[in-house]
């Protein structure tokens, strides 16, 4: 059972942190586009709408690596 909570936790991560780094790309180009165009309504689309999303995503990337972590037992933060 302790191996299957570290590879779901190991997977949550993976697909966490690869979608936050595919979205930072995308409102890095939203931004850019925005900027060229001179168009301020694409800059705050992707300030409002775009980016909580990834941010969201990262954060539970973020739990899935401490899952990961914690079920693997091979973390120096314990209390012995």
Known sequence: MRKKIEKFGRTLFSVGIIVALGGSGIVFLTLLISVVLGNQDLAVFAR??????FIRSAAIGLVGGLISIYASGKHHLTID
């Open 48 to 53: 409002h709408d775009l980016m909580p999303w």
